[in-house]
Nanobody, 114 residues
């Protein structure tokens, strides 16, 4: 019932910024946890950031550099990435949990050059 589509990522120089967006179809409520995961080559998929109605959570590796936000009226979730590092290179996936069921976007490639 829920379909997620991420914006296209891109190639960014270290220290640069990039904003990812994710559009969700279906009925999204503020209490539905939304977030961003990423998977780097040879690595496990990891949680980058999550957001509820009033709280955010970040992986230590991105804290103070990334900002997650959401617009429930538009069924959108965003990830503002600043001060990007080569180790941020990964495929980024947006996600939402609805009634205990996770839904995933198709993934978008973010590459940070060194």
């Amino acid at each position: 019932q829920v379909h997620l589509v991420e914006s296209r990522g891109g190639l960014v120089q270290a220290g640069g910024s990039l904003r990812l967006s994710c559009a969700a179809s279906g009925t999204i409520f503020s209490f539905n946890v939304m977030g961003w995961y990423r998977q780097a080559p040879g690595k496990q998929r990891e949680l980058v950031a999550s957001i509820t109605a009033d709280r955010t959570n970040y992986a230590d590796s991105v804290k103070d550099r990334f900002t997650i936000s959401r617009d429930n009226a538009k069924n959108m979730v965003y990830l503002q990435m600043n001060s990007l590092k080569p180790e941020d290179t990964a495929v980024y996936y947006c996600t939402i949990n609805v009634l205990g069921v996770p839904y995933w976007g198709q993934g978008t490639q973010v590459t940070v050059s060194s």
